[in-house]
């Protein structure tokens, strides 16, 4: 059971807009602890995508960005690519349990 | 281009210590400035954070695995290394090493492509 939640799946048609939330708690994003983003497409290693709640890392392209609010974080993909297709963690720190957290993944479905 | 590889036994019986190594290339696991871990996947499940350590030899730890874990590295020979001890069933999962900047605005950055485990007799 994961101190971040996450929704199991979202889906769009090609070139629309979804979004990802990931839900905290004061021991975590809501104390100001940073909201991390990775891409894992099928059977390879997750890939850091936005790091610092809002900073795309090298080679993201600018469809993905990210954001936090209070105990909160979300990842927007505008325009939605078929290549968009995997899942995606959230990560953050917890304080309580002195350590990295992850969410539980959401898996994104092109239609 | 930093380059990260795991490697292991693909099983280990439970009971016993699984012992992992990650190599790293074009890098050097004693620059100032990273930290290395290891995380984990069990099988169509999500991350779990492991433990982490820097140059300095500084651990952490996550609480619920700490009593079983050992990470170290080996800046000889650019490597850091994982023990776990009394494993289970539950131990089995895809296990990855990566790198993370120091800051608390930095991810894992770099990932290896993660070394499979399976506990089983």
């Known amino acids: 059971q994961s101190v971040l939640t996450q929704p199991p799946s979202v889906s769009g048609a090609p070139g629309q807009r979804v979004t990802i939330s990931c839900t905290g708690s004061?021991?975590?994003?809501?104390?100001?602890?940073?909201v991390h983003w990775y891409q894992q497409l099928p059977g390879t290693a997750p890939k850091l995508l936005i790091y610092?709640?809002?900073n795309r890392a090298s080679g993201v392209p600018d469809r993905f960005s990210g954001s936090k609010s209070g105990t909160s974080a979300s990842l927007a993909i505008t325009g939605l690519q078929p290549e968009d297709e995997a899942d995606y963690y959230c990560?953050?720190?917890?304080?309580?349990?002195?350590?990295?957290?992850f969410g539980p993944g959401t898996k994104v479905t092109v239609l | 281009q930093l380059h990260l590889r795991e490697s292991g036994p693909e099983v280990v019986k439970p009971s016993e210590t699984l012992s992992l190594t990650c190599s790293v290339s074009g890098g050097y696991i004693s620059s100032p400035g990273y930290y290395w871990g290891w995380i984990r996947q069990p099988p169509g499940r999500g991350l779990e954070w492991i433990a982490s350590?820097?140059?300095?030899?500084?651990?952490y730890y996550n609480p619920s695995l700490e009593s079983r874990v050992t990470i170290s590295l080996d800046k000889s020979n650019n490597y850091l290394s994982l023990r776990m001890s009394s494993v289970t069933a539950t131990d089995t999962a895809v296990y990855y090493c990566?790198?993370?900047?120091?800051?608390?605005?930095?991810?894992?950055?770099?990932w290896g492509r993660g070394t499979p485990v399976n506990v089983s007799s």
């Open positions: 610092g709640n809002t």
């Open positions: 004061s021991s975590n994003i809501g104390a100001d602890y940073d």
């Open positions: 990566a790198r993370r900047p120091h800051g608390s605005s930095s991810g894992f950055d770099y």
């Open positions: 350590v820097d140059r300095t030899g500084s651990t």
């Open positions: 990560q953050s720190y917890d304080r309580s349990l002195s350590g990295y957290v």
